[in-house]
């Protein structure tokens, strides 16, 4: 968490701990297969039904695990394409503009018999080593996820996190009024506010829908909201005070984009996921969860959300420029791109305004990756997302388990992220990145423990 794990030192950290556990998840799953393997083996010598044989089925949809690893592989694949000393006759045919630039740059006569498609190998792969980390733990994700031990570990998890969202919401508050009420200092542990933001709306979706999951396990009277109001929990009580901190840093930290993306990401998920068979009061908890925070934002004050809201800001004309040069780079780089984490090198290049300083990025996730990998490797990126989003991602409505509240939270965070990360820097960052990663994880298994269930009912 420390800076959004920016700094190499704690990229790196996090990087040997997933692959570690991805490796001792590996080891334990050869280890479980041997045992059953020879125990089905003894059983069926002996003509006896083994009762564990259920373990045996694979935990997870194995089409899911299939296209999921496919497209991921073929991604990771482009990307290694990109760092490959490739002949200079093949680059200029795939890659025109790079290879115009390779024998711009060269030292002296230097021919050059051999290049790469990446226009800076190095930042190339650093950013495959972050990819390859996140597939290995989406991949362990779809597999743990199904496993019956998986469901109290995932609710401390979430708890964890949400933990953490109003621990750094707070921290952030502090800042900022301790900062005489300017809204840049609402940053917490994080580099920047929009990082931070960036979190906060991936969070409160999530508890929302845990809060939600949390209510429909307990047994209420249905009777008068009064009296359900008095049956409340601690443990509620305290989970809804967090969300509602959670939303006023939003809020204070004046980000228009940002409580924007929330509301348009809490609308979409109350359209797609609303029942009206079941009488389902979402809408209405909903509102009045927002409806606490904003009115104690106005008690503190929210000033600075209101003065961005109605003033003229440079920002929208210099984030428009840069959407236009990086437009640009897309051109000259159509099929591969410049290479993955290649932006901030070669942006000066195409820059065409006056800026103090480095544009490390371009104000939209999306534009920039298409830039750097292509419409190639952006493609297949949108139609994983779209695979899992249509085939996986809607069945959770389906669903009438708690467990769905919290697959409708999850979904409702990663659509919110990616609709911040339009105008932002967001999935970049690895703390958000690796949040990003868990939420897809608690979005699909729902819908694959419930199948898992129903195939064992039907057995049974």
Same mark, same amino acid.
């Given at each position: 968490?420390?800076?959004?794990?920016?700094?190499?030192?704690?990229?790196?950290?996090?990087?040997?701990?997933?692959?570690?556990?991805?490796?001792?998840?590996?080891?334990?799953?050869?280890?479980?297969?041997?045992?059953?393997?020879?125990?089905?083996?003894?059983?069926?010598?002996?003509?006896?039904?083994?009762?564990?044989?259920?373990?045996?089925?694979?935990?997870? +949809?194995?089409?899911?695990?299939?296209?999921?690893?496919?497209?991921?592989?073929?991604?990771?694949?482009?990307?290694?394409?990109?760092?490959?000393?490739?002949?200079?006759?093949?680059?200029?045919?795939?890659?025109?503009?790079?290879?115009?630039l390779r024998y711009q740059l060269r030292v002296g006569n230097d021919p050059m018999e051999f290049m790469p498609l990446s226009l800076f190998p190095l930042g190339t792969k650093i950013e495959f080593f972050k990819w390859i980390t996140l597939s290995g733990f989406f991949l362990f994700l779809l597999h743990w996820r199904c496993s019956d031990e998986s469901h109290r570990t995932t609710r401390q998890l979430i708890v964890v996190i949400l933990l953490l969202g109003f621990l750094e919401s707070f921290y952030g508050m502090f800042l900022v009024f301790r900062g005489s009420g300017d809204a840049t200092f609402f940053t917490g542990t994080f580099a920047s506010r929009n990082h931070l933001v960036g979190y906060l709306l991936m969070?409160?979706?999530?508890?929302?829908?845990?809060?939600?999951?949390?209510?429909?396990?307990?047994?209420?009277?249905?009777?008068?909201?009064?009296?359900?109001?008095?049956?409340?929990?601690?443990?509620?009580?305290?989970?809804?005070?967090?969300?509602?901190?959670?939303?006023?840093?939003?809020?204070?930290?004046?980000?228009?984009?940002?409580?924007?993306?929330?509301?348009?990401?809490?609308?979409?998920?109350?359209?797609?996921?609303?029942?009206?068979?079941?009488?389902?009061?979402?809408?209405?908890?909903?509102?009045?969860?927002?409806?606490?925070?904003?009115?104690?934002?106005?008690?503190?004050?929210?000033?600075?959300?209101?003065?961005?809201?109605?003033?003229?800001?440079? +920002?929208?004309?210099?984030?428009?420029?840069?959407?236009?040069?990086?437009?640009?780079?897309?051109?000259?780089?159509?099929?591969?791109?410049?290479?993955?984490?290649?932006?901030?090198?070669?942006?000066?290049?195409?820059?065409?305004?006056?800026?103090?300083?480095?544009?490390?990025?371009?104000?939209?996730?999306?534009?920039?990756?298409?830039?750097?990998?292509?419409?190639?490797?952006?493609?297949?990126?949108?139609?994983?997302?779209?695979?899992?989003?249509?085939?996986?991602?809607?069945?959770?409505?389906?669903?009438?388990?708690?467990?769905?509240?919290?697959?409708?939270?999850?979904?409702?965070?990663?659509?919110?992220?990616?609709?911040?990360?339009?105008?932002?820097?967001?999935?970049?960052?690895?703390?958000?990145?690796?949040?990003?990663?868990?939420?897809?994880?608690?979005?699909?298994?729902?819908?694959?423990?419930?199948?898992?269930?129903?195939? +064992?009912?039907?057995?049974?």
């Amino acid at each position: 968490m420390a800076m959004g794990t920016v700094e190499l030192w704690a990229l790196s950290i996090v990087e040997l701990v997933i692959l570690l556990m991805v490796t001792l998840w590996v080891l334990r799953s050869s280890v479980l297969k041997g045992a059953l393997f020879s125990k089905t083996s003894h059983s069926s010598r002996g003509g006896q039904d083994t009762p564990d044989s259920g373990l045996v089925q694979k935990s997870v +949809d194995s089409s899911l695990f299939k296209t999921v690893l496919i497209l991921l592989a073929l991604f990771l694949c482009l990307i290694l394409f990109q760092m490959v000393q490739l002949p200079s006759g093949l680059i200029e045919l795939l890659s025109p503009k790079a290879h115009e630039l390779r024998y711009q740059l060269r030292v002296g006569n230097d021919p050059m018999e051999f290049m790469p498609l990446s226009l800076f190998p190095l930042g190339t792969k650093i950013e495959f080593f972050k990819w390859i980390t996140l597939s290995g733990f989406f991949l362990f994700l779809l597999h743990w996820r199904c496993s019956d031990e998986s469901h109290r570990t995932t609710r401390q998890l979430i708890v964890v996190i949400l933990l953490l969202g109003f621990l750094e919401s707070f921290y952030g508050m502090f800042l900022v009024f301790r900062g005489s009420g300017d809204a840049t200092f609402f940053t917490g542990t994080f580099a920047s506010r929009n990082h931070l933001v960036g979190y906060l709306l991936m969070t409160i979706p999530l508890g929302i829908g845990f809060l939600f999951s949390v209510e429909t396990s307990q047994t209420r009277p249905a009777s008068h909201w009064l009296h359900r109001l008095s049956f409340l929990d601690g443990k509620t009580l305290l989970l809804g005070f967090s969300i509602i901190v959670m939303i006023l840093g939003l809020i204070v930290s004046g980000s228009r984009a940002g409580t924007l993306s929330l509301l348009l990401s809490l609308s979409l998920s109350l359209v797609l996921f609303y029942d009206f068979r079941k009488e389902e009061r979402l809408f209405r908890k909903s509102v009045v969860i927002l409806g606490l925070a904003v009115l104690w934002a106005g008690w503190v004050g929210t000033s600075a959300l209101v003065t961005r809201f109605f003033a003229t800001s440079e +920002d929208i004309k210099l984030r428009w420029v840069i959407w236009e040069n990086t437009i640009q780079i897309l051109k000259d780089f159509p099929l591969f791109g410049s290479g993955l984490g290649t932006f901030a090198q070669i942006f000066p290049m195409y820059r065409t305004f006056h800026f103090r300083g480095l544009v490390t990025h371009a104000e939209n996730d999306f534009l920039q990756l298409a830039s750097e990998v292509g419409l190639v490797g952006f493609g297949l990126l949108a139609i994983l997302f779209l695979f899992l989003f249509f085939k996986r991602g809607l069945r959770i409505r389906s669903e009438t388990s708690p467990q769905r509240y919290i697959g409708t939270g999850a979904l409702t965070g990663i659509l919110a992220l990616m609709f911040y990360s339009l105008v932002e820097k967001n999935l970049q960052i690895p703390a958000n990145a690796l949040l990003y990663t868990l939420l897809w994880g608690l979005t699909i298994t729902p819908s694959l423990q419930m199948r898992r269930r129903q195939s +064992d009912f039907m057995k049974k």
